[in-house]
C-alpha cells in the first residue's frame, strides 16, 4: 500500500496566552492520499486554520508527528519548513497577495527565484501555469489590470509553478462573487483531476460540495470525516 501523502499523528497545538492555554489542535490523527481533494470545515476557532497551517509547514507542532510524503516534517527547523514549503506546497490565499506593480507573468514566477532556474526557464514555467488556468493572453497584466476571478487564478498558477506535490487554499472564494466562485472551484476541480492533490479549508457547505471528502473540525478535533456522496452520485449520473 503506497504512503499516504499526508499523515498526521495525535499532532497537537497549543498557544499560551499568559496563564491561559489554548488548545487550537487537540491529537488530530488523519491521512490524506495524494491525488485526493478534501474539504477541511468548521466554526471559527475550530481548529481548521491550525491544521492547515501545520500541514503547510507555516509552523510546527507542540506535540505529535506529520509526514508529509513519508517524511516526518513536524519538529524541523523554520529554514528546513521554509525549503519544504517552498519545494512541495503550493498555497493559494483568499486575498490573492499578488504584487500590485507587477505583471502576471512576474507574479507566477516569484516561488521560482529561490531555486536558482535560469531566468528563461522562470519565464517560461510561469507562462505555462498562466495558460494553463486560462490566463495566456494576460501575461503582462498587471493586478489593477484583472478581474478578481482572474487574480485569482494568477494566484493559483503561482501556486502550481515550483510542481508542488501539495496546494492548499485557504477560503479562496472568499473575495469573489458567486459565478466566479463557481468558475474558480471548477478549475480547482480540473487541477485536482489531472492528479494534484488539493486540501481546501472553507466554512461555506456550497464550496466544500466540490470537493470529494469532508473533515469537520470543532473543538480541536475532528468531529466528521466522510465522503462527499453528493459529488459521487453526480459523477455517476449518465451525461
Known sequence: MA???IRTRDLAKEYRMGETVVRALDGVSLSIDAGEFVAVMGPS?????TFMNLIGCLDAPTAGDYFLAGENVAHLSGDALAAIRNRRVGFVFQQFNLLPRTTAQENVELP?????LPKAERRARAKLRLEQVGLGERLDHQPSQLSGGQQQRVAIAR???NDPVLVLADEPTGALDS????EVMGLLQSLNREGITVVLVTHEHDVAAFARRIIGFRDGRVVEDRANAALDARAAQPA
Open 45 to 49: 476557532g475550530s481548529g481548521k486554520s
Open 3 to 5: 504512503e499516504p501523502l
Open 159 to 161: 501556486a502550481l509553478v
Open 112 to 116: 521560482l527565484l529561490y531555486t536558482g
Open 179 to 182: 459565478r466566479t466562485s463557481v
